[in-house]
């Protein structure tokens, strides 16, 4: 089931290369296929996930059967080290609470990524495979409990990015590209050191052997004492921490490690950016609540403060930047970095609150930026500039656009009633009640504030009022006597056609529906988060040692 | 004075040699299959002399296979007086040289500027062999003599190669810089044999180790000896301070010999590398306290660390793609270094393991490099732009390969590197810090490495044509298979790995 | 301490015997001989030839050849004659071993000879042809 969730994309892959590079048509169908039935496999796992099953830890007796669910897990590589004993990676896939919200986000935000680049007009062969490379590897990321093979798909994902953001992607795209990559590289070179660091210190209970098993490494009582990230070894392990999360930061991005990030949204096309916003930064948060911290619990105590300083930061900094843009697109980006500090600030809480928000804000955060970047791609479509300032008025010649932007922007500034609302709420209530992160919290607040600014001045700039004298576009008055608007080297569409409504009623209709009824997703992780908290909670620690 | 030997230690003599040719077929066989393509080429007239040169030599050197693969049966040991050994390493090598040796053939016979440059190809052939010969020789050389021969026949081979294309002023400036700084360095590596020599009066190099381990010796003659030692090899593996005749001859060079010195003439090198340092000067082992506070293996890691930055580092200036890959392989000079200074079988099995990768991703690098140039006659990075519309497959395959050497996964590049930094975080907390610098100068070379694809598909080509550039069915269908098997050993790189760990087997170093 | 020489105190007499016979020689001869320079005497010598212009001229490159071949063979007489020594003891597989190794040299020399390179004049000296045209037009010929 996992298995075929992931390949899914590839199989359809394989299959484009064998279509001729002529048949648009026939590449993007066959895409859209496979995306949907991912969404459909995605829907079969949440239908058959039991929610009373924690995950993270393996339970007791050190065989995952009974916490994870889904699991296929199967003896890939055996090498043989000598005195070192023998190197196991195993191809070894499973869902707890953390990853199956993640599994559903991905597939939802891939199809809607197939839907969007219908407008890609260039190469449409080479952007189709690349596209299902990427959804390939962001759904083996989220499913992967071996971290050899995370670590494989995470590495998966940059070449596509790369050639995805270079090709297809704005005038300044080489630049933006090879950010990206040597940005993500420079945080995933130190994980691969990790990674090898926890292989030769973990021992998998059941064979005796070392592991690369993820499962295995959040047990800390199968630790080596003395092995080089061993109980022991306090500074190394410290070491570890700091640059395995310095690793999945520069993916969240978190301030400083952020400047990637508006570069890459603005040159890339308008899926990538889905995409990107949409799956790809949560797999940073992901990765510190599956690696970065119940591995390294201990550290993970000491450093809460310091995570929660930096996920203000973010929020703070990333509303203040958004103010200031000009750019609608650069806007968004830095609102993501915004969005995605609360998640920082959840986590550094780590209590039962704060981790369900921080989780339940990614999967949240998933679909209002992708929601607001679809938006934001609509409107260059048709005028071929996001500047704010060329716009004015729009609403009453966009009505349909106008409300949409309107529900997105409010759920991404928090309204209540919108889904954006619960998990920022939570996260506050769950900063506020632990005693580290109270007053961390209370500066956070102001990004409310800022956030609420930047969006509704932006709203208010472009839809409201009348036209300036340099917009984007001119107002002539039609046979029929009404003024109509006329951009600038225009298509001729106005309103959002089907396609485009296709792709954003789902959103918006999730949006509503999980800002009333949040269950059917926060359901699904209560009990791997509270695990997750116990798992990180000092008085585990305690036990363990 | 001397006395004729009697007529039973004669014997003796003779049946210790005849005893030995049963042990020496394949090299045996290669030194006739290099005389035998010398005949050929006296022997053939006509115009597709140059082809059937080439498939003669192809399958000549397939056969070795057979010979080699005999050797699996024999017992490990030494031959000739203590000359040669036979062990799974060597067998290793011995693969490993006959392999690089095709694939520099298939390559040549790929490249369309030999037909254009060269009028006599005969001797090229015949040389490609004596090299695979001579490297074959240093991969199983145990006397400081032996492996003095050994390396002066893959070198003198190597000048003349490198100056194949004679009208070519940069061809022959690379022969000539090669042949200077070879003489240079292999004059300081016999200056340090005669230090070994001095101190122990042997040179068969187990005898060597054994001698330092009884009678000790004096630290600052050993580390004057290893240094110049090190002057030889280091020439050989292109390593940091030994290494500026690399980027000239590799520009120079025929691209197919270019690939074959960066793989095949660095894979001897570090052949003989392991082989001296693990079993004739081992480390620690002297009963004296280093007054410097050095040994070799400090000098080792001084190397790798500056081979791996300075490779790095220069390669990002770099407008030619073969002066670009020349500077790369300074650096995997580096990281290979890196598996040397573990010192054990892990170690050993990584350098091994990555030298198998490397010969994979780089060999194929430069067949696409050369089946590009056929087509556009020209190596420079601008001339690669807009390549990927007009030649998809060798876009795409070239960027596997690329990849690959920045140790991306899933690719073999991205193992070998895994392995290497494995055997080092196995040593504890150790040598991290070379680690740290492995992976940070690996993130700096992303960036050269990637401007190759960038101008391939990110850019548009300079002349818009938009004629599609075909390299050929068999080219398609090479690249296609390397690209295959560089993610699928990748993804499943046990036969690999097993092979590699089998293989460092050393005969002499169960003694310690 | 032992008295007697090593191995390498042998090599050392030899060195200072060595550097006392030449200097010894010079000095001697500094010492006997009249002193009255003319610029015959102090010429260079070069086998009775007149010397005439400067050393860097260039030279046949056919000179080198004849050379190494003469000295391939010169030195395969140096190995053969402590073969031929013990010849009687050795038996036939000593002779196939000098079959062999005569056998490579003589390959040597059929391919200098049927390369040309033993012709001292050639009957047609070649005319230097242009350079080639590059790959790429070369290339584009074929197809």
Redesign the interface.
């Known amino acids: 089931m996992l298995s075929l969730i992931v390949f899914l994309p590839v199989i359809a892959g394989l299959i484009i290369l064998a279509v001729p590079s002529s048949q648009k048509q026939i590449i993007r169908i066959v895409s859209l296929l496979a995306a949907v039935v991912q969404m459909v496999l995605a829907v079969m796992i949440w239908r058959g996930y039991d929610p009373s099953l924690a995950g993270i830890t393996a339970m007791a007796g050190g065989m995952p059967e009974g916490s994870f669910q889904f699991i296929e897990r199967l003896p890939w590589?055996?090498?043989?080290?000598?005195?070192?004993g023998s190197?196991n990676i195993e191809y070894f896939l499973g869902v707890d609470g953390l990853s199956i919200t993640m599994v559903i986000l991905t597939a939802l935000v891939s199809t809607i990524g197939v839907l969007s680049s219908w407008t890609i007009k260039k190469?449409v062969k080479?952007y189709f495979l690349l596209y299902n490379l990427l959804a390939t590897a962001m759904m083996g990321c989220f499913v992967a409990l071996d971290f050899f093979l995370f670590?494989?798909f995470w590495?998966?994902m940059?070449?596509p990015m790369?050639?995805l953001i270079?090709?297809w992607g704005g005038p300044n795209?080489?630049y933006a590209?090879?950010k990206f990559?040597?940005y993500t590289?420079?945080g995933s070179?130190?994980m691969?050191?990790v990674m090898?660091?926890l292989?030769?210190s973990v021992i998998d209970p059941l064979t005796g052997n070392h592991t690369f098993s993820l499962v295995a490494m959040a047990s800390q009582e199968n630790y080596i004492k003395d092995?080089?990230l061993g109980p022991d070894?306090a500074m190394?392990r410290y070491v570890a921490f700091i640059v395995l999360f310095i690793g999945f930061a520069i993916k969240v991005p978190m301030f400083p490690f952020h400047t990637w990030l508006p570069d890459a949204h603005v040159e890339a096309p308008t899926p990538i950016s889905v995409i990107l916003a949409g799956v790809l930064l949560k797999l940073g948060t992901y990765g510190m609540m599956r690696i970065n911290f119940p591995l390294f619990p201990e550290v993970f105590q000491a450093s809460m403060y310091v995570i929660g300083v930096f996920g203000a930061i973010n929020i703070i900094y990333g509303a203040f930047c958004a103010l200031a843009q000009q750019d609608l697109k650069k806007m968004v980006a830095y609102s993501s970095i915004s969005h995605m500090g609360y998640v920082l600030l959840g986590l550094a809480a780590a209590n039962s609150e704060g981790m369900t928000g921080a989780l339940y804000q990614m999967f949240n955060h998933g679909t209002i930026t992708a929601m607001l970047f679809l938006l934001v791609g609509v409107i260059y479509d048709r005028a071929h500039t996001r500047q704010i300032d060329k716009f004015g008025g729009l609403a009453s010649y966009m009505p349909v656009y106008a409300g949409i932007v309107t529900v997105a922007w409010f759920a991404s500034l928090g309204l209540p009633g919108l889904s954006g609302f619960i998990s920022e709420a939570f996260v506050f209530v769950g900063a506020f009640s632990s005693e580290t992160t109270r007053y961390i919290a209370m500066v956070s607040v102001l990004g409310i504030v800022f956030g609420a600014a930047y969006l509704l001045w932006s709203l208010q700039r472009m839809f409201l009022g009348k036209r300036k004298d340099d917009a984007a576009y001119d107002l002539v008055t039609g046979p029929d006597g009404q003024e109509q608007i006329h951009f600038h080297d225009w298509n001729g569409k106005l309103d959002l056609d089907g396609r485009e409504l296709a792709m954003l009623i789902p959103l918006v209709v999730i949006t509503i529906f999980l800002g009333i009824y949040p269950m059917p997703i926060m359901g699904l992780m209560t009990t791997t988060v509270n695990h997750l908290v116990e798992v990180l909670s000092p008085v585990m620690m305690a036990v363990v040692n | 004075m001397f006395e004729l030997p009697s007529g039973a230690e004669i014997q003796s003599i003779i049946s210790i040699l005849k005893s030995g040719l049963g042990f020496f077929i394949p090299e045996i066989y290669l030194s006739i299959l290099f005389m035998g393509l010398i005949i050929l080429d006296l022997a053939l007239k006509g115009r597709n002399k140059s082809g059937i040169l080439g498939w003669a030599t192809l399958i000549g050197l397939g056969g070795s296979f057979y010979f080699i693969a005999q050797q699996h049966a024999m017992q490990a040991g030494e031959h000739f007086f203590g000359m040669y050994v036979l062990d799974e390493y060597a067998i290793f090598f011995k693969y490993f040289f006959v392999a690089s040796g095709m694939f520099a053939v298939v390559a040549t016979l790929a490249d369309r500027k030999f037909d254009a440059e060269v009028k006599s190809i005969g001797e090229y052939y015949a040389l490609v062999v004596a090299m695979v010969i001579g490297m074959v020789m240093m991969a199983a050389a145990s006397d400081l003599l032996m492996i003095f021969l050994a390396m002066e026949l893959v070198s003198l081979s190597a000048y003349i190669l490198s100056g194949y294309f004679k009208r070519d002023a940069r061809s022959s400036e690379a022969a000539l810089k090669y042949l200077v700084y070879g003489a240079v360095s292999s004059g300081l590596m016999l200056y340090g044999f005669s230090l070994i020599y001095g101190m122990t009066a042997e040179t068969n190099i187990l005898k060597i180790s054994m001698e330092l381990a009884d009678h000790g010796y004096d630290p600052l003659v050993m580390i004057l000896a290893t240094l110049l030692i090190m002057a030889g090899f280091g020439y050989k593996i292109g390593a940091f301070p030994f290494h500026f005749w690399s980027p000239d001859v590799y520009e120079g060079a025929p691209t197919p010999i270019t690939a074959y010195l960066s793989v095949a003439s660095k894979a001897a090198g570090f052949a003989l590398l392991l082989r001296f340092f693990y079993i004739a000067v081992p480390h620690g082992v002297s009963p004296y306290e280093d007054i410097l506070g050095i040994d070799w293996l400090t000098l080792l890691v001084i190397m790798s660390v500056a081979s791996m930055i300075y490779g790095n580092v220069v390669a990002i200036w770099q407008k030619n793609v073969k002066r670009l890959l020349a500077y790369s392989s300074i650096a995997h000079a580096g990281y290979l270094l890196l598996g040397v200074i573990v010192m054990d079988e892990i170690g050993t099995q990584a350098v091994l393991f990555y030298l198998l990768s490397y010969f994979l991703m780089n060999y194929a690098a430069f067949y696409v490099v050369v089946l590009i140039s056929n087509r556009t006659g020209s190596e420079t990075l601008d001339d690669y732009r807009g390549l990927g519309s007009k030649m998809p497959l060798a876009g795409a395959a070239l960027t596997v390969f690329l990849i690959s050497l920045v140790g991306l996964p899933p690719t073999v590049g991205f193992i070998g590197k895994l392995m290497i930094f494995s055997a080092l975080l196995s040593k504890g907390a150790l040598y991290i810090w070379l680690a740290l610098i492995g992976v940070l100068t690996s993130v700096i070379s992303l960036y050269y490495y990637m401007l190759i694809p960038l101008n391939m598909f990110l850019r548009e080509s300079l002349e818009p044509n938009e004629k599609s550039l075909n390299p050929g069915f068999l080219a398609q269908l090479m690249m296609a298979v390397l690209m295959i098997l560089t993610i699928w050993f990748g993804l499943f790189f046990e036969p690999l790995s097993e092979f590699a760990r089998y293989s460092s087997a050393m005969f002499g170093l169960s003694l310690y | 301490m032992d008295q007697t020489l090593s191995e390498f105190g042998n090599v050392f007499v030899f060195f200072l015997l060595g550097v006392v016979f030449v200097a010894g020689g010079y000095l001697t001869a500094r010492m006997l001989r009249p002193s009255r320079p003319n610029p015959v005497k102090t010429s260079t010598y070069e086998c009775g030839e007149e010397a005439v212009g400067s050393a860097w001229v260039k030279f046949n490159i056919r000179f080198y050849v004849v050379a190494l071949i003469f000295i391939i063979f010169d030195v395969e007489v140096v190995f053969l004659f402590p073969w031929a020594t013990v010849f009687r003891q050795l038996g036939s597989f000593a002779l196939v071993e000098a079959l062999v190794f005569a056998g490579i040299l003589i390959l040597g020399l059929v391919y200098a000879w049927v390369k040309g390179d033993l012709d001292w004049v050639r009957p047609t000296p070649s005319v230097p042809k242009m350079p080639e045209m590059p790959a790429s037009k070369s290339t584009s010929q074929r197809d």
Do not use: P
């Open positions: 590589i055996s090498l043989d080290l000598g005195n070192m190197m190469q080479g670590y494989v590495e998966l940059l070449l790369y050639f270079g090709i795209r080489e590209a090879i990559f040597l590289l420079f070179v130190f691969l050191l090898i660091g292989y030769f092995a080089i070894n190394w």
